[in-house]
């Protein structure tokens, strides 16, 4: 478990590489973009086309960041509230829907992405699976980070039974 966990952390920080470098790529791109719109009155046409993809890539990758580093947005007051027994169960079924629901998306962007790549853009030509590929590439990762969650969860709950002698509050 140890080396997925490396694995994980190793794989969310190149997909935040490169999600940064989309980033950068992006906004310098525009920047080219706007001065020669403006100031030297020629527009470069496939800029809209390539940022749609820099865009998916960034948003995408970037996802996988904060869903691994647990920084998404969680609304617990009601989770909080309950016992602590209770709050391990609402976890448990937290992480196993998150684990079904990244496989079942998984599955549909496998699909998608193979229907995308016998099409390509209208003015650079390239798959519109260049789209998709980081829609499947974020959610291999939320499945296995998912998994390992509950993994986690499940060890640490059997470990402290374990240790107390018999299931605590």
Known sequence: MILLKKCVRFITDLYFLVAVAALVALIILNTV???????LNASIIWVQEFSLLLIC????????TVFVEKQDIAITFLVDRLKQRYQYIVRIVQQALTLITAAYLLVQSVRLLQHHMGKTTLIMHIPQGYHTLPLVMVLVLLSVQAFVDLIDELTIRTRSVNESGGIGA
């Open 33 to 39: 973009e706007i001065f020669s719109r403006y100031f």
């Open 57 to 64: 890539w960034v948003i995408f990758l970037g996802f996988g």
